[in-house]
């Protein structure tokens, strides 16, 4: 299966401290995407890289991806409690026609 | 915009019965999908449609139907819905150039 898994599956932090969430995934992929789901709710795109790149930053958001561990990683710096929510990484194939979303991170932001 | 919409929120069936989910968007996005979400299982694409007309199956499609006859609508049908479909259905649409998935805010469907 491409299915991404995340790891931890649950993070407590302080508000100010940064948050860390790993994904891995088994097969070659083309791009991957981290999502944002906060509870009772659906998922909101967060950041893409695609397989040729190795780091993106969108504000406090920074995505690496190490495509020979077949890995990538989501960093939240300076948390705040409104960042409390569930991170899903979703591989998916060249043509977007599949996301393979694991169980996800659920990180809990303490004000 | 609204976005994608589904309907209904909540949902109780009792086993045998049948009903759709609607799912409807406004973004003119041509690829639609629906998901179900279960605890500790992540998010399972059940089908998925590239087009009107146009439809294909996901990773767990057994139980369920769909059709695309426009590009604003792609509801999903439980024949016959068993307790193992009690979940939390996810429908979202693609905005192909970014590969960004839109989500509607779910259908949490019981099945007793």
């Known amino acids: 299966s491409q299915q991404g898994e995340e790891d931890p599956q649950a993070l407590s932090i302080q508000e100010g401290e940064n948050a860390t969430m790993n994904c891995s995934y088994k097969?070659?992929?083309?791009?991957l995407q981290w999502y944002r789901q906060n509870s009772g709710r659906g998922l909101v795109h967060l950041i893409l890289?695609?397989?040729?790149?190795r780091e993106k930053h969108s504000g406090r958001l920074r995505v690496t991806l190490d495509t020979s561990k077949k890995s990538s990683s989501l960093l939240i710096t300076a948390s705040r409690a409104a960042d409390t929510a569930s991170y899903f990484c979703?591989?998916?194939?060249?043509?977007?026609?599949?996301?393979?979303f694991g169980s996800g991170t659920k990180l809990n932001v303490k004000p | 915009n609204a976005g994608v919409t589904q309907t209904p929120k909540f949902q109780v069936l009792k086993t045998g019965q049948s009903m759709t989910l609607q799912c409807a968007q406004d973004?003119?996005?041509?690829?639609m999908s629906w998901y179900r979400q279960d605890p500790g299982m992540g998010l399972r694409l059940i089908h998925y449609?590239?087009?009107?007309?146009?439809?294909d199956q996901g990773e767990v499609p057994n139980g369920y139907n769909v059709s695309r006859s426009t590009t604003e609508d792609f509801p999903l049908r439980l024949l016959s819905a068993a307790p193992s479909q009690t979940s939390v259905y996810l429908c979202a649409g693609l905005k192909q150039n970014t590969g960004e998935l839109f989500f509607g805010e779910g259908s949490r469907l019981t099945v007793l």
């Open positions: 890289i695609r397989s040729n790149e």
């Open positions: 973004m003119n996005h041509e690829y």
């Open positions: 449609s590239v087009g009107a007309g146009i439809t």
């Open positions: 979703a591989p998916s194939d060249r043509n977007f026609n599949k996301f393979y």
């Open positions: 097969t070659s992929i083309n791009n």
